[in-house]
């Protein structure tokens, strides 16, 4: 069969951070560090599958956290309504990755089992860990089990030819990462297993964080998963918006062909 097409769609971004607030450890920590919000769209033929679903006007007003565009906006600029999406991969269950499940009535979400049960779990009696999260997301997520619109997976699995879903951990008990077979190689779409190419090329853990050692493990799952550490694409990292192609509406980059120039972190 063909391969997939990738692209990756811009729909926020915070740029009051410093760089404390994106690694554990830095010699610079109070250094201005931006960061990039994405949803993902794979597409082959008539096939397509959404990666994630960002968060809308609501999520953003409680959080103080504004959109530059509603998820549903940025799929409609690419020609996609939201109501078409049936197959949604959900790496985690964090506000901004899962905030938008609401808006995709008609998907059957793809999800580890272990980001369910953490996120239903004792460790949403400790505040520093439900932070990230939102009853009312986790409330739509278990709907969907109960509408039989729910895909668990207890580690690595097949979502469809040439795409499959591998649990890394770290970042959220059950975030799962998503490998694309491209015309460039296997691309993997790490989504938080790393928010910056910095934290993946140079070992260093990002500070949200329920299991250090799971987090640092990942980084070297994601270069085994990967053809080569030019198809790692970050989960948050500005820089995926200079190295790669802008393909139609100026808030979305096509990721399957490779970067268009070497990544220096």
């Given at each position: 069969?063909?391969?997939?097409?990738?692209?990756?769609?811009?729909?926020?971004?915070?740029?009051?951070?410093?760089?404390?607030?994106?690694?554990?450890?830095?010699?610079?920590?109070?250094?201005?560090?931006?960061?990039?919000?994405?949803?993902?769209?794979?597409?082959?033929?008539?096939?397509?599958?959404?990666?994630?679903?960002g968060y809308d006007e609501a999520e953003a007003?409680?959080?103080d956290r504004p959109i530059l565009r509603d998820?549903?906006?940025?799929?409609?600029?690419?020609?996609?309504?939201?109501?078409?999406?049936?197959?949604?991969?959900?790496?985690?269950?964090?506000?901004?990755?899962?905030?938008?499940?609401?808006?995709?009535?008609?998907?059957?979400?793809?999800?580890?089992?272990?980001?369910?049960?953490?996120?239903?779990?004792?460790?949403?009696?400790?505040?520093?860990?439900?932070?990230?999260?939102?009853?009312?997301?986790?409330c739509e997520a278990v709907k969907r089990v109960?509408?039989?619109?729910?895909?668990?997976?207890?580690?690595?699995?097949?979502?469809?030819?040439?795409?499959?879903?591998?649990?890394?951990?770290?970042?959220?008990?059950?975030?799962?990462?998503?490998?694309?077979?491209?015309?460039?190689?296997?691309?993997?779409?790490?989504?938080?297993?790393?928010?910056?190419?910095?934290?993946?090329?140079?070992?260093?853990?990002?500070?949200?964080?329920?299991?250090?050692?799971?987090?640092?493990?990942?980084?070297?799952?994601?270069?085994?998963?990967?053809?080569?550490?030019?198809?790692?694409?970050?989960?948050?990292?500005?820089?995926?918006?200079?190295?790669?192609?802008?393909?139609?509406?100026?808030?979305?980059?096509?990721?399957?062909?490779?970067?268009?120039?070497?990544?220096?972190?």
């Open positions: 069969m063909s391969n997939w097409q990738v692209h990756a769609l811009k729909y926020a971004d915070r740029n009051s951070r410093t760089r404390a607030d994106s690694f554990i450890f830095d010699d610079n920590h109070d250094a201005p560090h931006a960061m990039d919000y994405f949803i993902w769209v794979l597409r082959r033929e008539g096939e397509v599958i959404l990666v994630d679903t007003a409680s959080r998820p549903r906006e940025a799929l409609a600029g690419i020609g996609l309504r939201a109501e078409d999406i049936t197959q949604l991969i959900v790496t985690h269950l964090h506000y901004d990755h899962a905030g938008g499940l609401h808006l995709f009535p008609n998907a059957t979400i793809h999800l580890q089992e272990a980001e369910m049960a953490y996120a239903t779990g004792p460790c949403m009696c400790h505040e520093a860990l439900k932070m990230p999260f939102s009853a009312d997301h986790i109960y509408q039989g619109r729910c895909v668990f997976y207890d580690g690595d699995g097949e979502v469809s030819d040439g795409v499959t879903v591998h649990c890394i951990g770290g970042h959220s008990r059950g975030l799962q990462a998503v490998r694309v077979r491209t015309d460039a190689g296997w691309l993997c779409l790490a989504s938080d297993a790393t928010h910056y190419y910095e934290n993946v090329f140079e070992n260093k853990p990002f500070p949200i964080v329920v299991d250090l050692q799971n987090m640092l493990d990942g980084f070297a799952r994601l270069h085994e998963l990967a053809s080569e550490r030019s198809l790692i694409i970050p989960g948050h990292d500005p820089l995926v918006t200079k190295l790669f192609p802008v393909d139609g509406p100026e808030y979305c980059w096509r990721l399957d062909l490779g970067p268009d120039q070497p990544i220096k972190v």
